[in-house]
């Protein structure tokens, strides 16, 4: 099982331009989520999806939208970057292994210059 | 609000040391409480966790108990190792199984 996988793992942006963040998950969880950690931040909640079909936002959704394409895949798309949105993202799981227990992608670490 | 707060600053210490790093939280009822735990250039991984109050958690040493009266989760490992090194995040579920993380410590173990 290769758990909860993100792609790609680097990626640069000029301001304006647009882009989708890949994760796929083959834990069969039910939840899944999108954060973005800054420094001093900790983690920050985007969006998530409490199941299949829905999406709701999370703490810090503006210049953000998801996508929940099927039980597996969540992604995470950028219309227009902006400077601010340069941070580490992650994705993640839950609710089939341990409930309650998130389980988290490597990450993707985008830089909008 | 939901929301946790770590001691601030990064934590160096000697190996074998004793090692605490302090959570406290402001949540609406009682959380579930979460350590996780970053290593270099990897994503965050469940370290332990306490579904109510006076729980205590534990794994591969480290301890933390859920105390309400104290609103805190407080961890601790007695003996620490190069191997720990690493960033701690202390969390509480504010419900959908959504997080709220603290803003993480930085441990840093000597050999």
């Known amino acids: 099982n290769a758990g909860v996988t993100q792609t790609p793992k680097f990626q640069v942006l000029k301001t304006g331009q647009s882009m989708t963040l890949q994760c796929a998950q083959d834990?069969?969880?039910?939840?899944m989520y999108w954060y973005r950690q800054d420094p001093g931040m900790g983690l920050r909640l985007i969006y998530y999806?409490?199941?299949?079909?829905?999406?709701d936002k999370g703490e810090v959704p503006n210049g953000y939208n998801v996508s929940r394409l099927n039980k597996r895949e969540f992604s995470l798309r950028l219309e227009s970057a902006a400077p601010s949105q340069t941070s580490v993202y992650f994705c993640a799981g839950s609710g089939q292994v341990s409930y309650n227990e998130q389980f988290f992608g490597p990450g993707t670490r985008l830089t909008v210059l | 609000g939901n929301s946790v707060t770590q001691m601030e600053g990064p934590v160096t210490l000697s190996e074998e040391a004793f090692l605490t790093i302090n959570c406290t939280y402001t949540?609406?009822?009682?959380?579930?409480l979460f350590w996780y735990v970053q290593y270099p250039g990897e994503g965050l991984q469940l370290l332990l966790k306490?579904?109510?109050?006076?729980d205590k958690g534990s794994n591969k040493g480290f301890e933390a108990t859920y105390r309400k009266e104290t609103t805190s989760f407080h961890l601790e490992k007695g003996s620490v190792q190069v191997s720990d090194s690493a960033v701690y995040f202390c969390a509480l579920d504010y419900g959908n199984n959504r997080l709220a993380f603290g803003k993480g410590n930085q441990v840093v173990v000597i050999p």
């Open positions: 306490a579904t109510k109050a006076d």
């Open positions: 949540a609406t009822g009682y959380p579930s």
């Open positions: 834990m069969n969880h039910n939840s």
């Open positions: 999806s409490a199941s299949e079909g829905t999406t």
